[in-house]
């Protein structure tokens, strides 16, 4: 018995590779390796995800919105701001003229300012003579005078030049203190002007910089809007591809719901597996020749092998009767169809199913695996009628059994 175990072990192991690519079917049109359930939570999923799509592209189309309406204002402030910066320039042109006229006054004060230091130069020059006069005179008495003036009038004539000397000194003197505030006044005047055009000029500087910088921010504002703008169009492009592509993978999957939900009992089998899987036959229906089970009782279905976790398809569409773990079955399957009969899959690494559910034809209900007795990765597929094992064989497509 040892010996006929570790034979039939090297055989699996030799054999099993040796058919991949061998029993592969001709048609390809197959619903895909998912059960119905799966189809729906994927569908579920993917409704998700289209509506987080939406949802994404509703607010990149409102942050682009939003971008335009800043950008828009920023474009509204530049433009007063321009308005303002033509005010303050045409200000500062008003300015220069007024400057100019600053200059053409203090100019000409400067010129008046001369001649009048001219004038006081004379009247200086005159007031000293004047001086000079009373200096020589101004001690000698009206008696001294007349004793030594030739002639009473010659006396006369000498007092009345002396009088007309001193009144002539008194205006004199007069006309020097104004011609002396003329001159400080417009040397007062000149200065107060030149302050007064300096602080202008300050002024406008101040704000053609203040004018510039903001100009600048504006530009540099609109820039990052505009780079916004370009940045959310592309954003909210992808997003409408990637809406596009959801909502066609959505559509081909409710077509596929719809193909296997469509399915209905035929009365002949399909194949268990999708039809570009490989496996091997290693055992069939009925009394064993060879193996490690040939001192068991008589094989009651016929053992696919092929690797694990492959989809195994319900044959027909049914209901499941029996859906879990039994005894040397492993994790099985049993599906009741039309016409009392009954398909079993066994081994199976694990159930997608439960009891009392209803299976289309080619759904998934399970994977393939080596629970219970077995000794490989394998699927035992059995079919009973009127609670009898018969082989199923008959009901197999034969393309799949040569």
């Not at 072990?9 to 895909?32: I, K, S, Y």
């Not at 002949?268 to 490989?278: C, G, I, L, T, Y």
Request: proline fraction near 1%; aromatic fraction near 8%.
């Amino acid at each position: 018995m040892f010996k006929k175990l570790a034979l039939f072990a090297l055989c699996v192991c030799l054999c099993v590779p040796a058919f991949c690519g061998l029993r592969q079917g001709a048609d390809m049109n197959v619903a895909a390796d998912t059960t119905i359930n799966e189809d729906r939570q994927h569908l579920a999923d993917l409704q998700n995800r289209l509506n987080s799509l939406k949802s994404n592209r509703a607010e990149l189309e409102k942050q682009r919105e939003e971008a335009n309406a800043a950008a828009q204002t920023l474009l509204q402030e530049k433009t007063q701001l321009e308005k303002e910066y033509t005010v303050i320039s045409q200000q500062v042109s008003t300015i220069s003229e007024i400057i100019t006229s600053y200059n053409t006054i203090i100019e000409e004060t400067e010129k008046e300012g001369a001649e009048m230091e001219k004038t006081l130069d004379k009247q200086l020059d005159d007031f000293g003579t004047v001086l000079v006069e009373l200096y020589k005179n101004g001690d000698d008495s009206k008696l001294e005078i007349f004793l030594r003036s030739d002639s009473y009038y010659a006396y006369i004539s000498y007092v009345e030049y002396m009088e007309q000397i001193l009144k002539s000194s008194d205006t004199m003197i007069e006309d020097i203190k104004q011609t002396i505030e003329g001159i400080d006044k417009r040397k007062q005047e000149h200065e107060d002007a030149k302050v007064k055009l300096e602080e202008k000029n300050e002024e406008l500087e101040e704000a053609k910089k203040e004018l510039a910088a903001k100009d600048k921010e504006l530009d540099k504002k609109l820039g990052e809007q505009r780079d916004k703008i370009e940045l959310s169009e592309k954003e909210r492009e992808q997003a409408k591809q990637d809406e596009d592509q959801v909502l066609k993978d959505i559509a081909e999957l409710q077509q596929q719901i719809k193909d296997k939900l469509a399915a209905t009992y035929s009365g002949a089998f399909s194949w268990p597996f999708a039809s570009n899987v490989a496996y091997s036959i290693t055992s069939r229906f009925g009394n064993r020749t060879d193996g490690p089970f040939v001192d068991f009782e008589h094989h009651n279905g016929i053992d696919l092998a092929c690797a694990r976790g492959t989809a195994i398809r319900a044959v027909d569409s049914g209901i499941v009767t029996y859906a879990g773990y039994r005894g040397s079955f492993g994790n099985v399957v049993f599906v009741e169809h039309d016409g009392g009969i009954t398909t079993i899959y066994a081994h199976c690494d694990s159930v997608l199913v439960t009891s009392g559910t209803r299976v289309m034809k080619d759904q998934v209900i399970a994977r393939v695996g080596a629970t219970g007795q077995a000794s490989g990765y394998h699927l035992h597929f059995a079919v009973q009628k009127g609670g009898a094992y018969v082989n199923p064989e008959q009901y197999l497509p034969s393309y799949y059994l040569q």
